[in-house]
Structure formats: C-alpha cells, structure tokens
C-alpha cells in the first residue's frame, strides 16, 4: 500500500531496503564521530569553519562545505558573533613620547617579536573581574595573562612578568598598547626597559591599531565568556583559565607544529 500511494515500485523499494552502506556514507558516519567530539571539546564553540581548520591539522581532507553540511544535518553550529553598536571609548592623556612602532602590521616572521597587549572585563556575580593578556603576533599563544578585580598597573605588570619568564630568547621584542593609565605608569616602563622590550602603543582613539588583541577578546567572549553566567569571580578565573591554557594555547601549538612540518617538508623536497 505504502508503495503505491507514494507510486514507487516494490522491487525498488527492498532494493533501497536492503542495498548496503555506501563508502561515502560510511566515511561521513565516521566523519560526524569525529566532528561531534571536537565540538564536544570546544564546549560547542567550534564552527565549520574552524571546525574544518582544525580537522585538516588532524589529516583529514573534507572540503568545508562537507563538513558544514554534516554539522547542519546533525543540529551543530558554533556561537555567532554578538553584533552591538559601535562605542567609542574613554580618550586617554596622549603620550607623543611612545609610537605606534607597530604600525597595524600584526605579521610576525618569528617568535617573540611582536607583543600585543590589553585589558578586558568579564561581568561576574561578584562584580567585574578583568583580565589582562600578552600576546605573541607570530603564533597567536597567549604567553602571558592576569586576573584582578581592579585595572592596576600591578595586573598589567604580571601579565607581562609572564610572558618574560617565558621566553626563550634574549632579543628585543616589541610589545604594543593602547595608551591607558597603566601602560603609560613609571613602573610598567621601567619593567620594559628592564627586560629589552620595546614600547609601541596605538594612537589615541583608534582601537584598531590593537586590533589583534580585540580579536582574541572577541573569541574569548563569544566562544566561552558569553555563553555563561559566573556566580563568582573565582568560577570565572578556572573558567577563562581553562580556555586560554586548554583550549586557545594548545590549538596555536598545533597548528604552528603543523606549518613549521609542512615547512621543512618542503626544504628537504628542494634538497
């Protein structure tokens, strides 16, 4: 009855009943495993195209619009960017002393050349806790981060105390700012002065010249802080810790691992 009310023949209906599996819907089944743990891991953070980024560095060969059929056949997506109106913020006393020795070229050819650094609140139950980061230009790591219920020059300091303690070479690195009351403080330039950094900071008014660091607070925000709602201010700091150095550090490490392979790969060849 079924057959003929939908006018297909019933020797072609047991075929399709009984055909087996097909390689390719075998490879995608195995496919959605593998993307349905990834965007587990991600705690749902992961779109197509990350997602696709990210299965490449494993040494898969989807193409990205497969695997954005797969996750939209399976009910995944990864969290959209919050659109709000453009703010201009607080302008702060100009330093013409310090330029913007960056110059918006966020491209670095080596480590530990080019820093970035900001601030960034994230809303708590608490109060705000803001969150102070380092940034290398050339690997997107976050190499040094501070947490504090205030905006000090202190937390700014042990961000980049971080990111010294780090560090493998003895060369000079720039590290660009904006112009805020910390990074303009004595302390915070003796400490670069100290330890051969050289300060860059953006001009007044224009947040895009730190526009790297903006771009990993949007992703922080939208992938993680924005998703959630923290009672305290210490389930903030396990949480933001949790992404930077479980999440956002080791993803950077893989897919630099995978360029510097790619790399050398091609200079044997040339060999």
Same mark, same amino acid.
């Given at each position: 009855?079924?057959?003929?009310?939908?006018?297909?023949?019933?020797?072609?209906?047991?075929?399709?009943?009984?055909?087996?599996?097909?390689?390719?819907?075998?490879?995608?089944?195995?496919?959605?495993?593998?993307?349905?743990?990834?965007?587990?891991?991600?705690?749902?953070?992961?779109?197509?195209?990350?997602?696709?980024?990210?299965?490449?560095?494993?040494?898969?060969?989807?193409?990205?619009?497969?695997? $954005?059929?797969? %996750? =939209?056949?399976?009910?995944? !997506? #990864?969290?959209? *960017?919050?659109?709000?109106?453009?703010? @201009? +913020?607080? /302008?702060?006393?100009?330093?013409?002393?310090?330029?913007?020795?960056?110059?918006?070229?966020?491209?670095?050819?080596?480590?530990?050349?080019?820093?970035?650094?900001?601030?960034?609140?994230?809303?708590?139950?608490?109060?705000?806790?803001?969150?102070?980061?380092?940034?290398?230009?050339?690997?997107?790591?976050?190499?040094?981060?501070?947490?504090?219920?205030?905006?000090?020059?202190?937390?700014?300091?042990? $961000?980049?105390? %971080? =990111?010294?303690?780090?560090? !493998? #070479?003895?060369? *000079?690195?720039?590290?660009?700012?904006? @112009? +805020?009351? /910390?990074?303009?403080?004595?302390?915070?330039?003796?400490?670069?002065?100290?330890?051969?950094?050289?300060?860059?900071?953006?001009?007044?008014?224009?947040?895009?010249?730190?526009?790297?660091?903006?771009?990993?607070?949007?992703?922080?925000?939208?992938?993680?802080?924005?998703?959630?709602?923290?009672?305290?201010?210490?389930?903030?700091?396990?949480?933001?810790?949790?992404?930077?150095?479980?999440?956002?550090?080791?993803?950077?490490?893989?897919?630099?691992?995978?360029?510097?392979?790619?790399?050398?790969?091609?200079?044997?060849?040339?060999?």
């Amino acid at each position: 009855m079924m057959c003929r009310l939908l006018r297909v023949s019933s020797s072609g209906f047991y075929d399709w009943l009984l055909r087996p599996v097909s390689t390719r819907q075998k490879e995608n089944q195995r496919l959605l495993i593998l993307i349905r743990q990834m965007h587990a891991d991600s705690q749902g953070a992961l779109g197509a195209p990350r997602m696709h980024e990210d299965l490449v560095e494993r040494g898969e060969t989807a193409s990205k619009n497969r695997i $954005a059929r797969l %996750m =939209a056949g399976d009910g995944l !997506q #990864g969290w959209p *960017r919050r659109r709000k109106r453009g703010q @201009r +913020g607080k /302008q702060e006393t100009p330093m013409p002393q310090v330029e913007n020795i960056l110059a918006r070229d966020f491209s670095a050819q080596e480590p530990e050349t080019k820093w970035v650094t900001d601030i960034t609140e994230i809303k708590t139950g608490e109060g705000v806790l803001y969150l102070c980061i380092a940034l290398d230009l050339y690997n997107k790591l976050v190499v040094g981060w501070s947490m504090h219920h205030r905006q000090d020059r202190q937390m700014v300091m042990r $961000a980049v105390e %971080m =990111a010294i303690w780090q560090r !493998q #070479g003895v060369g *000079r690195v720039i590290l660009h700012s904006d @112009r +805020g009351s /910390q990074f303009r403080s004595g302390d915070y330039q003796a400490l670069l002065v100290r330890n051969w950094l050289i300060c860059s900071m953006s001009a007044v008014g224009h947040c895009g010249d730190n526009a790297a660091c903006e771009g990993f607070f949007g992703m922080l925000k939208r992938e993680r802080v924005n998703r959630k709602t923290y009672r305290t201010m210490d389930v903030a700091r396990a949480d933001v810790f949790n992404y930077i150095e479980c999440f956002h550090n080791p993803r950077m490490r893989r897919r630099i691992a995978k360029i510097d392979q790619q790399f050398s790969d091609l200079l044997e060849a040339s060999v």
